[in-house]
């Protein structure tokens, strides 16, 4: 497969100051494939340690954190010399060692010719906190679920990627490649961005095993949860988890903490919502009132939609059958519009867009995503299918005048709006648009 980020770990091994890497993302999203395709790539060779699979590991760290030292007893331990030109050191699963975590700091001050690549989950690493993070003395890539981009790639179709990617406002698809940009998109609604999941859809076409990887994947995180939390706050983060289908399935997506239990109230809850953001698993989309620079200064911590990182597990976990994907229906409308409003997040936060936002006025007028682009404060209306009509941009076109605007829709034309399936360049088109 196709990674992106490949491009990110090629861009830090030239770096003249470089430090450490951690590469970041929720479980299964490919942190360790990426570490060892880049390692096989651009190195001599690769020594891996993974602190999960072998917890016994830790008593490399136990003595001191010593980076000469620990050096000498991996090369020993794995019959393998480390090199610093020419050698890849992966520390798979990071998290599941603290003092391993910390010792990166060391390898930063006193041994930063050797390349050193961590690969760990969010969740984990947001457990162990500052105490053992070595704050400054760390490179970061973040990694997300593969993008519908990436599908494409995947699935052999280059040409099609370079095709969308030359379109130029005031052009249209074709209707042959549109036929088929629409066809791969309800797949990649349906499948997801989960490498092993494509992996199994590219290879057989099997919705019943893909749904068995994704069924997988989600019991992951669950026990992850349980892993990494208390009794009591184990029995919030579910309930929180369970309830984001029906949330967004609401024709007013805000999330509601009495709608994940009978009288609960956020001051009970915002612990554990803000552990599910933190591990990277879910993305909170906060309310502004006003379209101001910057955006978040009128940011609303307190009324937001909760969105999941992964459209294709959104989708298992609200147990929504695949033939309503593939097959374009009436039914479930609103939570069909709530799936195409998340695959529209996840490429966002994919390509890098900076934090986006979503703008509702007082009288309902609603807006799904607000961007900041430099200066520039840009509204994205979603619509599922081929309609693009939608009074609440016309509302805020009227009460903010904004320089540009961009729908995101089935329509084919690229002209103040995408095609959906091109909604991974958003971040690309905006910026081209606000030159």
């Known amino acids: 497969m196709d990674r992106l980020a490949m491009a990110k770990l090629?861009?830090?091994r030239r770096k003249p100051s470089r430090k450490p890497l951690i590469v970041r993302g929720v479980r299964q999203c490919g942190k360790t494939w990426l570490l060892r395709a880049f390692g096989s790539a651009e190195y001599s060779q690769q020594v891996y340690l993974n602190f999960e699979r072998e917890p016994?590991?830790?008593?490399?760290?136990?003595?001191d954190l010593d980076p000469h030292r620990i050096l000498r007893e991996i090369a020993l331990l794995r019959e393998q010399p480390i090199e610093p030109d020419t050698t890849l050191l992966i520390f798979d699963e990071i998290q599941a060692c603290p003092a391993a975590l910390t010792s990166l700091k060391y390898f930063a001050e006193e041994a930063s010719e050797y390349s050193i690549a961590a690969a760990g989950s969010l969740l984990g690493l947001a457990v162990h906190g500052d105490a053992?993070?070595?704050?400054?003395?760390?490179?970061?890539?973040?990694?997300h679920p593969m993008s519908f981009?990436?599908?494409?790639?995947?699935?052999?179709?280059?040409?099609?990627?370079?095709?969308?990617?030359?379109?130029?406002?005031?052009?249209?698809?074709?209707?042959?490649?549109?036929?088929?940009a629409e066809s791969l998109l309800r797949e990649y609604l349906m499948v997801g961005g989960m490498p092993e999941a494509i992996t199994v859809w590219l290879d057989s076409h099997d919705i019943a095993a893909v749904e068995d990887v994704q069924q997988a994947i989600l019991d992951s995180y669950t026990l992850d949860m349980a892993k990494h939390s208390s009794p009591t706050v184990f029995s919030k983060l579910s309930a929180i988890w369970r309830s984001v289908p029906g949330q967004l399935a609401r024709e007013n997506k805000k999330f509601v903490f009495s709608q994940v239990a009978r009288g609960a109230r956020a001051k009970d809850l915002e612990d554990a919502l803000e552990w599910l953001v933190s591990a990277g698993i879910a993305i909170k989309v906060n309310r502004v009132a006003h379209a101001g620079i910057p955006l978040a200064a009128y940011s609303d911590d307190r009324y937001f939609k909760l969105y999941?990182?992964?459209?294709?597990?959104?989708?298992?976990?609200?147990?929504?059958?695949?033939?309503?994907?593939?097959?374009?229906?009436?039914?479930?409308?609103?939570?069909?519009g709530a799936l195409i409003e998340d695959?529209?997040?996840?490429?966002?936060?994919?390509?890098?867009?900076?934090k986006p936002y979503f703008w509702r006025s007082d009288n309902t007028a609603e807006v799904d995503f607000l961007i900041q682009v430099d200066a520039d404060v840009v509204p994205l209306e979603v619509k599922a299918e081929h309609n693009t009509a939608s009074k609440s941009l016309a509302v805020y076109?009227?009460?903010?005048?904004?320089?540009?605007?961009?729908?995101?829709?089935?329509?084919?034309?690229?002209?103040?709006h995408l095609p959906l399936y091109y909604a991974w360049d958003v971040a690309g088109y905006l910026m081209r648009l606000v030159a």
């Not at 016994?56 to 003595?63: D, T, V, W």
């Not at 053992?132 to 990694?143: N, R, Y």
């Not at 599908?151 to 549109?178: D, F, I, K, M, R």
């Not at 990182?309 to 039914?331: E, F, K, M, W, Y």
């Open 10 to 12: 090629s861009a830090w």
């Open 56 to 63: 016994s590991l830790a008593g490399l760290f136990s003595a």
């Open 132 to 143: 053992t993070f070595p704050v400054g003395k760390v490179d970061f890539v973040d990694l």
């Open 149 to 180: 981009e990436e599908y494409l790639l995947a699935g052999g179709n280059e040409a099609l990627v370079e095709y969308l990617g030359s379109l130029a406002p005031g052009q249209t698809v074709s209707a042959p490649l549109a036929t088929k």
């Open 308 to 336: 999941l990182a992964d459209v294709g597990l959104l989708r298992r976990l609200a147990n929504v059958p695949a033939s309503v994907i593939i097959q374009p229906s009436h039914t479930y409308p609103h939570f069909r």
């Open 343 to 354: 695959y529209v997040l996840t490429q966002l936060v994919a390509s890098g867009v900076a």
């Open 397 to 416: 076109k009227r009460t903010f005048a904004p320089a540009h605007t961009l729908t995101l829709s089935m329509k084919p034309t690229v002209d103040g």
